[in-house]
């Protein structure tokens, strides 16, 4: 006998930073995709691909939007959020629960065009004081959207995100699994390695290092268990090499000790990290060199 089998496509949208990437690592179990309090840590669209019982969820993370900046890699990178809503099963929409902005209204208005059912995520949670506080804006998201769900959760503390996949999972087609049931996504191994690079990065440096600064693998390859990673940090000026190095090499020392325990977690083995940094200028507008990087996708 033939049992049934439930598979789609679910794409988490909204404005950067409401915790999009968080609650897709949340929902997995695993850190897959780069959080930061930065807005432009998620530059690619990702999936992360759940399998429970006879059900498989294959989420979207989105970079998100950037209004009112025109450089190439914002144009690039607000592609791949439209392309998020479309053709896909169902989309869940990620709010903050007090701070309402332009951004936010821009995802309203994609919304509106798309046919898919929508569930409205209030996140953070954690951070209100009242309930009486709870987005003024509910009430106008229901009458704009009229989503099918209102879920408040908490993606950072694992609140209520059980009953958000048990209404994900109701939405999901009858159909053959896309991916083998032990998949979570469909990234390679290196580039996951060099997320997590550029999240440290992003950490240590906050506002000093702008994402005008990208990470290459140029070795991934194991000796019995030990898993040797090179990684090169392109930046655009030899000023921001400098402010990576640090002060006789703390920084990027940090950096790597960082990044390292979370890839010897990661892939469960000794890692010896190589961290390199170059300077390639002007990349970040040139369209050209961000295809030769991939962005294009
Ligand atoms: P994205 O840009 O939408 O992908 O947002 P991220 O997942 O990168 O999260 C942005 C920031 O919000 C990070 O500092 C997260 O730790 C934080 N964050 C995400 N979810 C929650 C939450 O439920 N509660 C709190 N307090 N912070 C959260
Ligand atoms: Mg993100
Ligand atoms: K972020």
């Known amino acids: 006998m033939v049992e049934s089998t439930q598979c789609g496509y679910v794409a988490i949208v909204g404005r950067p930073n409401v915790g999009k990437s968080t609650l897709l690592n949340h929902l997995i179990g695993q850190k897959l995709s780069i959080t930061s309090r930065k807005p432009q840590t998620t530059r690619h669209n990702f999936l992360g691909i759940k ?46 629960r007090l701070a309402w902005t332009a951004e936010d209204e821009w995802v309203v208005k994609q919304l509106k065009n798309s046919s898919s059912p929508v569930i409205i995520a209030v996140n953070k949670i954690d951070q209100l004081e009242s309930k009486d506080a709870l987005l003024p804006h509910l009430e106008f998201l229901t009458q704009e959207l009229n989503p099918d769900h209102v879920v408040p959760i908490s993606a950072l503390r694992n609140n209520n995100l059980e009953r958000l996949e048990s209404l994900v999972a109701q939405y999901m087609p009858e159909g053959q699994f896309l991916f083998p049931e032990d998949q979570i996504t469909d990234r390679s191994s290196r580039f996951i390695a060099a997320e997590i690079v550029r999240e440290k990065i992003t950490r240590q440096l906050g506002d000093e290092l702008p994402y005008q600064m990208t990470v290459e693998i140029e070795e991934f390859s194991y000796e019995g268990a030990l898993l040797t990673i090179s990684a090169l940090i392109l930046v655009e000026r030899n000023g921001q090499k400098r402010i990576l190095i640090g002060e006789k090499g703390e920084k990027i020392k940090q950096i790597g000790q960082q990044a390292r325990m979370d890839l010897e977690s990661l892939f469960d083995t000794k890692v010896m990290l190589n961290l390199w940094v170059k300077i390639k200028s002007g990349w970040s507008d040139d369209e050209r060199a961000l295809r030769s990087l991939g962005y294009n996708d």
Do not use: C, S, W
């Open 51 to 96: 399998t429970e019982n006879n059900t498989q969820m294959i989420f979207v993370d989105t970079p998100g939007i950037h209004l009112g900046q025109n450089k190439a890699i914002n144009r690039y990178m607000n592609k791949a959020a439209t392309t998020a809503f479309k053709d896909v099963d169902l989309i869940v929409f990620v709010v903050d």
